[in-house]
């Protein structure tokens, strides 16, 4: 399974961002994606998550400003990040969790740099 990610950049505080993960390598229906971030010196954390079944879930620090979406006819799945902070600066990465078995199987896209600066 590859993931990669699309759209990070430099946005002034405020300002809006949209990020895009393009998985190839299984069935995306099925898997479970999600967005997660890491900032410098902080250990990586969960931004928001979106199951097969479209069930959302959102870290409380994005909660009213960050949307998650997939279009799973192109593979693809979002974050719209909208009233972007300074501690929204991180390295954003896409996680998916594919059914394997009667388990799952984990992957990590490269990472897309978020910098939230005047």
């Known amino acids: 399974v590859q993931l990669v990610e699309s759209g990070g950049g430099l946005v002034q505080p405020g300002g809006s961002l949209g990020l895009s993960c393009a998985a190839s390598?299984?069935?995306?229906?099925?898997?479970?994606m999600a967005w997660y971030r890491q900032a410098p010196g902080k250990q990586r954390e969960l931004v928001a998550s979106?199951?097969?079944?479209?069930?959302?879930d959102y870290a409380e620090f994005v909660k009213g400003r960050f949307t998650i979406s997939r279009d799973n006819a192109k593979n693809t799945v979002y974050l719209q990040m909208n009233s972007l902070k300074p501690e929204d600066t991180a390295v954003y990465y896409c996680?998916?969790?594919?059914?394997?078995?009667?388990?799952?199987?984990?992957?990590w896209g490269q990472g897309t740099q978020v910098t939230v600066s005047s």
């Open positions: 390598g299984s069935t995306f229906s099925n898997n479970h």
């Open positions: 996680h998916a969790q594919v059914p394997y078995y009667s388990g799952h199987l984990l992957y």
């Open positions: 979106i199951t097969m079944d479209g069930d959302i």
